[in-house]
């Protein structure tokens, strides 16, 4: 995606190829810099983040969108409870997750929409 806009935008205003690549490689750093940051901050907890988000998306749409999520009055505080949750909504949704499963749908729930420590 960053490269798409990277060379969309080199493109139309016409950049010789040496700013473009001091720009390219500008933008590559910022965005390797937030991820880094987004990692870190979270990274008590383990687990395949865009596995996670994968698993959601082919089997947790059903029932509820991500507005459960965010709620104000949502149910989940704990980690704990967010991994119960995602196992029982498992169960409701007739999927056997695995532990690592789990642990990776745990994982994107928390680093999208929860932030528990
Ligand atoms: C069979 C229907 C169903 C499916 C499929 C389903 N859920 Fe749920 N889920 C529910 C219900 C019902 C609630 C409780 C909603 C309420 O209290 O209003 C809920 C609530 C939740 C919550 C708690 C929201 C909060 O208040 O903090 C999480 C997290 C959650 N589901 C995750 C998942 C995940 C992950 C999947 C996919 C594995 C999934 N759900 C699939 C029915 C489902």
Same mark, same amino acid.
């Given at each position: +995606? !960053?490269?798409? #806009?990277?060379?969309?935008?080199?493109?139309?205003?016409?950049?010789?190829?040496?700013?473009?690549?001091?720009?390219? +490689?500008?933008?590559?750093?910022?965005?390797?810099?937030?991820?880094?940051?987004?990692? /870190?901050?979270?990274?008590?907890?383990?687990?395949?983040?865009?596995?996670?988000?994968?698993?959601?998306?082919? /089997?947790?749409?059903?029932?509820?969108?991500?507005?459960?999520? #965010?709620?104000? /009055?949502? +149910? !989940?505080?704990?980690?704990?409870?967010?991994?119960?949750?995602?196992?029982?909504?498992?169960?409701?949704?007739?999927?056997?997750?695995?532990? #690592?499963?789990?642990?990776?749908?745990?994982?994107?729930?928390?680093?999208?929409?929860?932030? !528990?420590?």
């Amino acid at each position: +995606m !960053i490269g798409l #806009t990277v060379r969309g935008q080199g493109r139309s205003v016409g950049r010789s190829i040496v700013d473009f690549g001091a720009e390219a +490689m500008k933008r590559i750093l910022f965005a390797a810099l937030g991820a880094w940051l987004v990692a /870190n901050a979270y990274a008590a907890v383990p687990g395949d983040e865009a596995h996670g988000q994968r698993l959601l998306q082919a /089997n947790c749409t059903g029932c509820h969108d991500s507005s459960v999520y #965010t709620r104000p /009055n949502r +149910m !989940i505080h704990s980690l704990d409870e967010l991994k119960h949750q995602v196992e029982g909504c498992g169960h409701a949704a007739k999927k056997e997750f695995s532990s #690592t499963e789990v642990q990776d749908l745990v994982k994107h729930l928390n680093d999208r929409y929860y932030h !528990i420590q």
